[in-house]
């Protein structure tokens, strides 16, 4: 069973919901990515995504849009990410998911990738702009080497889609809560819950659910039917005016504070 597979059953059994956070590989540089993973999972993250810095992130906010630049600027490439996984795992299992783009994974080569970033460490990976029809080859691989590949669903994935992310999803299914790009929301649609409600009945794996949520309440709301909830932008945002100690205590606040929303904690 895959770390991920593993820390959902884990959770379930706790009747508990996963929080999974992202934070962008290398930003402010991959030391301080080196030092925020264990961080980040002792402070209640039971999932990390880590983003793999990239020139044209489309899916993303002008937060992350400005994280990966950040990233790019301290010379982060997809090799030195893994080599920072090789070294974080001497001291943390937290299951880990590299989010990106499939150009940097394609010219990588998906088998090398497959097998480096297994090697490494990593868990599962999330490609966004890879559309579970075109994932074939790259599945394989991944099979191959024990990692799971991560699909998204949509407001507006049909009925095809959604059986097609069915029958190959392994960890657990991202549900997009809002058609648009990663980014802080005033409010998370109410609708969210009646749509997730309806992916957890057809796909086989656990339904976690991102975008726009910055808030415990928020957390908890989106947790009172889906598997996990997924946190971005508005961690990622604090990297913007806090460096050091004050942003390591800074997510750690916050981090517990959305553990405790998922989990209902007061
Ligand atoms: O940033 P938000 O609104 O909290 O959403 C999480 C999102 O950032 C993270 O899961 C993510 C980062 N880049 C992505 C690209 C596509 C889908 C998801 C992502």
């Known amino acids: 069973m895959s770390r991920i597979a593993g820390k959902f059953a884990?959770?379930?059994?706790?009747s508990e919901k996963a929080l999974v956070t992202f934070i962008t590989a290398g930003d402010p540089d991959?030391?301080?990515?080196?030092?925020?993973?264990?961080?980040?999972?002792?402070s209640g993250a039971d999932i990390i995504e880590l983003g793999v810095p990239f020139s044209d992130p489309m899916a993303d906010?002008?937060?992350?849009?400005?994280?990966?630049?950040?990233a790019l600027a301290a010379g982060t490439t997809l090799p030195k990410i893994l080599a920072t996984v090789k070294?974080?795992?001497?001291?943390?299992?937290?299951?880990?998911?590299?989010?990106?783009?499939y150009n940097p994974i394609l010219s990588y080569g998906l088998e090398a990738f497959a097998a480096d970033a297994a090697a490494a460490g990593v868990d599962?990976?999330?490609?966004?702009?890879?559309?579970?029809?075109?994932?074939?080859?790259?599945?394989?691989a991944a099979d191959r080497h024990g990692l799971d590949l991560i699909f998204l669903l949509t407001p507006t994935s049909d009925e095809a889609r959604i059986r097609t992310v069915a029958r190959r999803a392994r960890g657990f299914v991202y549900y997009v809560s809002v058609?648009?790009?990663t980014g802080v929301r005033s409010s998370?649609?109410?609708?969210?819950?009646?749509?997730v409600a309806a992916v957890k009945e057809k796909v086989p794996v656990p339904v976690a659910v991102g975008f726009g949520i910055s808030t415990p309440e928020q957390a908890a709301a989106i947790a009172e039917t889906a598997d996990?909830?997924?946190?971005?932008?508005?961690?990622?945002?604090?990297?913007?005016?806090?460096?050091?100690?004050?942003?390591?205590?800074?997510?750690?606040?916050?981090?517990?504070?959305?553990?405790?929303?998922?989990?209902?904690?007061?």
């Open 124 to 140: 599962g990976v999330l490609l966004v702009d890879l559309p579970p029809e075109e994932a074939g080859e790259f599945k394989a």
């Open 61 to 70: 906010g002008p937060t992350i849009q400005l994280s990966s630049e950040r």
């Open 179 to 181: 058609t648009g790009v």
């Open 87 to 101: 070294k974080v795992r001497s001291r943390s299992e937290v299951p880990l998911i590299l989010m990106g783009y």
């Open 30 to 42: 991959l030391a301080a990515t080196e030092e925020l993973i264990p961080l980040l999972a002792g």
């Open 228 to 266: 996990g909830v997924v946190v971005g932008s508005a961690l990622v945002k604090l990297f913007e005016t806090k460096q050091g100690a004050e942003l390591r205590q800074e997510l750690a606040r916050f981090v517990s504070a959305l553990k405790r929303g998922v989990t209902g904690a007061p």
């Open 188 to 195: 998370v649609e109410g609708s969210v819950a009646t749509r």
């Open 10 to 14: 884990d959770l379930k059994k706790r």
